[in-house]
């Protein structure tokens, strides 16, 4: 079995800033010690996106900072508060397709990891996503050469529509599009998400579809607003994500709860 620990909306900030009253990277530590602690074994943690507030260089090095060291292997992705120069030019070792997306894929046996840039810094509506047809080529072309893999898709936007009618005005655009593409393949097993900070279910095709929270600050349950902007200082949590020969079971961890007192299971 393989363990998968996923981390989204990080939005870190210069030391000493924060958002509604939160260090993002505070947190975001808080929640790296949590989750390397309880689950060493896992195979990969995968940031998907929203690494940074501003998407500034001062951003991505206090990120680094903050990931060096870490004794299991970590893949970034970008999400709309992201920005593709600044973060290349602190993590200049990340993959980028011919194009300049920032696009990998990780094999782990008989699963492959396919990891997708959604950011569209030329939205007018300045947050929601895109996959262009350079991007939807690259996947077509990695699920084509990954017959007999099991396939699992990490997007920073969602790949449906949440019901939050303020997120899913800057959700991904490219829906339609992807939809189409995966009717053409049957090794998707599961797609991963961030950008909502919610803990939400959905499908592509029959597809299962998560949606993780932040380890940060969350949206608070307000289906009808148009405002993406609306932040709760709920717990901060991160996903595991377990592929076995059963298949795919899906978790989310509230690490900033209180710790439960150990008799309660006695």
């Known amino acids: 079995m393989h363990k998968i620990l996923v981390f989204t909306d990080l939005h870190l900030l210069p030391e000493g800033e924060t958002l509604i009253g939160l260090d993002p990277g505070e947190r975001l530590r808080q929640g790296l010690d949590h989750a390397t602690t309880q689950h060493p074994n896992a195979a990969r943690i995968v940031l998907t996106g929203d690494l940074t507030h501003n998407g500034t260089a001062q951003e991505y090095t206090r990120l680094r900072d903050i990931l060096d060291g870490s004794s299991i292997p970590v893949s970034l992705m970008l999400g709309n508060h992201d920005r593709r120069a600044p973060f290349l030019q602190v993590f200049p070792e990340t993959p980028t397709t011919a194009q300049g997306h920032v696009q990998q894929v990780v094999d782990l046996g008989d699963e492959r990891l396919i990891l997708l840039d959604t950011l569209n810094e030329e939205a007018v509506d300045t947050h929601s996503g895109l996959l262009c047809p350079d991007r939807l080529a690259w996947l077509d072309a990695r699920l084509s050469e990954a017959a007999g893999k099991r396939c699992i898709l990490f997007t920073h936007h969602p790949v449906f529509a949440t019901g939050f009618k303020g997120m899913d ?11 189409l593409l995966l009717n053409r393949h049957d090794n998707v097993a599961q797609v991963i998400s961030g950008h909502i900070h919610r803990t939400i279910q959905g499908a592509i095709n029959g597809i299962p579809a998560a949606v993780f929270k932040s380890p940060c600050h969350q949206m608070p349950m307000a289906l009808g ?3 993406p902007r609306l932040s709760v200082a709920e717990p901060g949590a991160y996903g595991i994500v377990l592929l076995s020969n059963e298949g795919v079971v899906v978790h989310t961890e509230d690490f900033t709860l209180p710790d439960l007192d150990s008799t309660l299971y006695d």
């Open 169 to 179: 005005w800057i959700g991904l655009k490219s829906i339609p599009e992807l939809s």
């Open 225 to 227: 607003y148009q405002d």
